[in-house]
């Protein structure tokens, strides 16, 4: 049949009226709040009373998060996927300028109550003077995962020693990736230019010749440096010296991480540094304290929905137990360790008792400090693949209802 008479004959099905059965009939319309708690929860109440107002501004936790495109994001993005629940619990996370400002937002800005940001920020910042006293007005909830040091510059760079006296871009200063590299280049003696670029701007001055290296810290694979394809270019090792034992850890970047700048099976050496979720240190009993804490227990609980698909594979990295040198837990999340330490004591005995049969490991192994903690790291990053490996099925999660706070106040 041709279009026209096809529409003459369509025309003329309309307009007889003809009943063409149930199978095509519209779908009967469905009421949204039936299957949007957030709706139902905001607008069927049917008021703009302060009492309301207070009771969803109460159950509201703000995360400051990192730039778009980046890993802090999308860990913001997953807290609200797995533990928004209606008008109990709603995670609102905020685009963010990166660890210097998320810790400056922390403590200044109001209605912030939680920030990602990395765990050498603090100290640097107060050992160079530009605060004071501020590691009693911040706690860290948990440790989350390791961000790697990625130095990329020509093949003609073998080591961060041939940067000496050249110009190397370590991102804004707002972030946090300029007080990782100057701590490194600093501890290990090599002085350099360094230079305030952003990332996309600073690999077209790096490609152009126009400065000899740039620095990004983030956790492997970074999608920005996974991106980078140029043969004259590669990621320059970082050898894990006694100066930095203190603060980072040891890693790898491979060829599977990044197939054009590693070539074959290869593998670079470098360090990571702890990204950590932030807390304002509220005290006990106040507004913004009952808050978090509900955050925590309903985080803490679930942390396992985390560590499987569709969430960031770096959620596996997480462990809530794992210590962190310079800074103090905050108090609800000690005590939720300190309620589930017992049953968690006797799984990681048993687990870590099964790592060190699995690598035969000698007492002299265990001499030193930077020893204990490197082999605590292969442990975690052990479980981390165990746990890749052998998947747990989901379980479903049952939580006391939340009760409702007065309205926060400002920071």
């Known amino acids: 049949m041709n279009p026209l008479k096809s529409r003459i004959a369509c025309i003329g099905l309309l307009a007889c009226g003809l009943n063409i059965g149930p199978a095509l009939a519209a779908p009967a319309a469905q009421d949204p709040a039936e299957v949007s708690e957030g709706l139902r929860a905001v607008f069927k109440l049917g008021d703009t009373s302060d009492a309301t107002r207070a009771r969803l501004n109460a159950n509201t936790i703000t995360v400051m998060t990192g730039t778009i495109g980046g890993t802090y994001v999308q860990f913001g993005a997953d807290l609200a996927s797995v533990l928004d629940d209606g008008d109990k619990l709603r995670v609102l996370p905020i685009i963010g ?38 590691q ?11 961000e790697e040091m990625h130095v990329v510059a020509p093949k003609s760079i073998h080591n961060l020693s041939d940067l000496r006296g050249r110009t190397i ?10 007080i990782t590299a100057m701590t490194v280049f600093e501890r290990l003696g090599i ?31 970074s999608k920005f440096i996974a991106q980078i394809s140029d043969p004259n270019l590669h990621l320059v090792p970082i050898d894990y010296a006694p100066a930095l034992q203190s603060d980072y850890l040891p890693s790898q970047i491979t060829a599977k991480d990044y197939p054009d700048l590693i070539p074959n099976d290869g593998n670079v050496d470098t360090i990571a540094v702890p990204a950590i979720l932030a807390v304002y240190n509220w005290a006990p009993g106040t507004e913004r304290y009952k808050k978090l804490q509900l955050f925590v227990d309903k985080f803490f609980d679930h942390i396992a929905a985390f560590q499987k698909a569709p969430f960031h594979p770096k959620w596996q990295e997480v462990a809530l137990t794992s210590p962190l040198a310079g800074w103090t837990r905050f108090q609800p999340a000690q005590s939720w360790l300190d309620k589930h330490n017992a049953s968690a004591q006797t799984d990681a005995r048993r687990s870590f ?20 903690a490197e082999l605590f790291r292969q442990f975690l990053d052990w479980q981390a693949a165990k746990r890749r490996a052998h998947p747990k099925p989901a379980v479903a999660h049952r939580t006391a209802p939340i009760q409702s706070a007065a309205e926060p106040t400002s920071q």
């Open 97 to 134: 300028r990166g660890s210097v400002q998320s810790l400056a937002d922390i403590v200044y800005l109001r209605g912030v109550d939680l920030g990602i940001m990395r765990s050498d920020t603090l100290d640097y910042l107060e050992r160079k003077g530009y605060t004071k006293n501020l």
């Open 136 to 146: 009693k007005q911040l706690a860290y909830v948990t440790k989350l995962y390791n």
């Open 169 to 178: 871009s370590v991102d804004l200063p707002n972030g946090g990736t300029f």
């Open 191 to 221: 002085d350099a230019k360094f230079v305030f670029i952003e990332q996309r701007v600073a690999f077209e001055k790096l490609r152009n010749g126009e400065i000899d290296a740039m620095v990004a810290v983030q956790g492997k694979p």
């Open 353 to 372: 008792d099964e790592f060190l049969a699995s690598r035969q490991t000698s007492p002299a192994a265990l001499e030193t400090e930077s020893q204990r």
